[in-house]
């Protein structure tokens, strides 16, 4: 049983070698598109890729409108790659798995379940934290550079309920384009795995990516989050009750939440779809994303991304 991950990052630059870092921790191989960064993410994927030849890989680099479901594309060119019961990790640039997949696998999941759904915890921006790094440039990129080290105020994410993270490889599982997930891609583990994302890192990088999304937005919206566009909208009060404080070291809190789960009948008839291997008869019935056929290009002049 191996761990592909399938990662899309864009001007991420302060923060993906951290993150690679982690994944090396635990996962196999991990592929890498660049959907057109304008600072040097894609030198530092490649950095990696010459140290860690074979586990990190690039995909390539292509000024495209940012879709997660473009690791359709991804799994389809590459699922020549995969063995029947490896896992298939959708992976994001600012994010870490609190608990290796291999061991909440090994430890929390049990079949006929295939599909891990995330636990998000949204690690913050105060006011008063803006205030201190946006005055200390130095501050700023320190804490930038560690940041697990650094940021340790969040909020349990209960918003993002229904992203799926983990899919179980099955062989003859297809990719369709414009889909979130495989077709049929598994029976939902009953507990998420838990993730720590860290979207916001400095005031630059705040006012980076909102400038991005602005633009982006107007050409494909990902979610109600994609129209806050204004950065007090993203900046918490010091006092604010809902923040929490992470060690570092300890556990975070487990907060239940089983939207994520089909009504009792209905995941009744799915276990028994699954055990009876039928996915994989409609398999053959099925086409992902076309072979040959390229990301929607970024029709956005260049400039106007990174200024």
Not at 114 to 132: P, Q, S, W
Not at 264 to 289: E, F, H, I, T
Request: some cysteine; overall charge neutral; glycine content about 6%.
């Amino acid at each position: 049983m191996r761990f592909h991950g399938l990662l899309i990052a864009r001007d991420e630059g302060d923060i993906i070698g951290q993150t690679l870092a982690h994944l090396l921790t635990w996962c196999d191989v991990i592929h890498v598109f660049d959907s057109g960064s304008c600072d040097d993410t894609y030198d530092i994927v490649q950095s990696f890729a010459t140290r860690e030849r074979g586990r990190v890989v690039p995909f390539g680099k292509a000024r495209a409108i940012f879709s997660p479901t473009h690791r359709a594309k991804m799994f389809e060119e590459l699922r020549h790659t995969f063995e029947h019961g490896d896992w298939i990790a959708r992976l994001d640039a600012d994010e870490f798995f609190h608990i290796a997949p291999p061991v909440f696998i090994r430890e929390r999941v049990r079949w006929p379940a295939a599909r891990i759904f995330a636990r998000h915890y949204e690690f913050v921006m105060t006011r008063g934290m803006f205030a201190r790094l946006d005055g200390d440039s130095a501050a700023a990129r320190e804490f930038a550079a560690s940041v697990q080290e650094h940021s340790q105020v969040y909020v349990p994410d209960r918003s993002m309920w229904y992203e799926t993270r983990l899919v179980k490889f099955r062989r003859g599982m297809r990719w369709g384009k414009g889909q979130p997930v495989p077709f049929d891609a598994g029976l939902p583990a009953f507990e998420r795995i838990p993730i720590r994302h860290y979207r916001w890192r400095s005031p630059e990088q705040m006012r980076a990516r909102l400038r991005l999304r602005l633009v982006q937005a107007k050409l494909d919206v990902h979610g109600d989050h994609w129209m806050r566009d204004q950065l007090d909208q993203w900046l918490y009060d010091d006092e604010d009750s809902r923040l929490a404080l992470w060690d570092g070291v300890s556990d975070l809190p487990h907060f239940h939440d089983l939207r994520h789960l089909e009504n009792p009948r209905k995941r009744l008839l799915r276990n028994v779809y699954y055990r009876l291997g039928l996915p994989s008869l409609r398999d053959l019935a099925r086409a992902g994303w076309p072979v040959g056929e390229a990301f929607p290009a970024d029709p956005t002049p260049e400039p106007a991304l990174s200024q």
